[in-house]
């Protein structure tokens, strides 16, 4: 009897021990759907739903929230998978863009992408509490987002699209040498385009040119601003958002007069203005999407997440622009051009 009990006692231990084994697929490698259960796990802990706010349609614009998409999808944050987007455009409306901010903090989004300084300051009075990622921003301490560039001290950061504005006036010395008037159009009420206005005018005085501006309010004055200005030597275009979204009547009326017109950033350039040295929007998105995919992985705090700016400026130029213009090139700047439009 005693040996009959022992055989079935270890028959059960046997069994226990076998089915144990099964349970943890015989070694200590995981199974097949142990492996899509821990992804599934993964997945699920990475999903992010983030708000979008963009203050009006432009090709730069697109292009930084653009980069900023790619830069999460890089990085394991994919559109349906991990990441869901809600992208509003406040239609060049800053009431819109307040609405849109409330109504992305009352759906408890994990993150918002506020792309320019109305966007920005939007989304800032919604909330202390989600955190922000601004970009297209010209001054986020003058705009008030910010207490510093260096230590935000809150919930915003992101990158600012400051750009190199001596040095792209100084390309009209290079393009025509006795220039001696340049003429701005810009939105009277977009702080960050009176910002780069008061700097031009100030360059302007060291290079010898005289700025003659025209103010507008929305994009559909651009046409007429652009007729009612006297002759000058050139157009200067700041990244204003309104005339960047109406740029082609700066091109029409610039084109007849033989006029070069010389923009903020590359995306002007592609479409159809004649040189920038400066940003490109896509890579400024990109950059904001690498800071944000820190804020996701709790490897950073807004606050303590100092403003960039774009890292890499270079030479763009519209060759076919200058065919219209009436323009010649000079070669050292078709050596210096890290993209040629031909």
Known sequence: MKKRVKKWMLGLIGTTLALSLAACGGTNQPSDNADQGDQDQQAGEQQVN????????????????????????????????????????????????????????????????????PSAQSAAQATQEIPILITAVTDPVDAKLVASM????????????????????TLIKDIVPDAKTVGIIYNSGEDNSILQVNLAKEYAQELGFEIVERTISNSSEVKQAAESMPKVDAF???????????????LMVAEQAKVPVIAGESESVKNGALITYGLD????????????????????EPA??????????????????????????????LDEAVEIIE
């Open 304 to 333: 303590e997440m100092a403003i960039e700016t774009q890292k890499n400026l270079g030479l763009t130029i519209n060759k076919k622009a200058a065919e219209r213009f009436g323009v010649t090139i000079p070669q050292k700047l």
């Open 50 to 117: 983030v708000g979008v706010i963009q203050i009006e349609e432009h090709a730069a614009l697109d292009a930084a929230r653009k980069g900023f998409m790619d830069a999460l999808a890089e990085n394991g944050y994919k559109t349906d998978e991990q990441v869901k987007y809600n992208y509003q455009n406040a239609q060049g409306d800053i009431n819109n863009a307040t609405t849109i901010a409330q109504q992305l903090v009352g759906d408890k989004v994990d993150l918002i992408l506020a792309i320019a300084t």
């Open 150 to 169: 260096d230590k935000p001290g809150a919930n915003v950061t992101g990158t600012s699209d400051m750009n190199p504005i001596k040095e792209q006036l």
């Open 236 to 250: 200067y275009v700041p990244t204003d958002n309104k005339v960047v979204a109406a740029i082609e009547s700066v």
């Open 281 to 300: 929007y896509y890579e400024l998105g990109k950059q904001t999407g690498e800071m944000a995919i820190r804020i996701l992985k709790g490897e950073a």
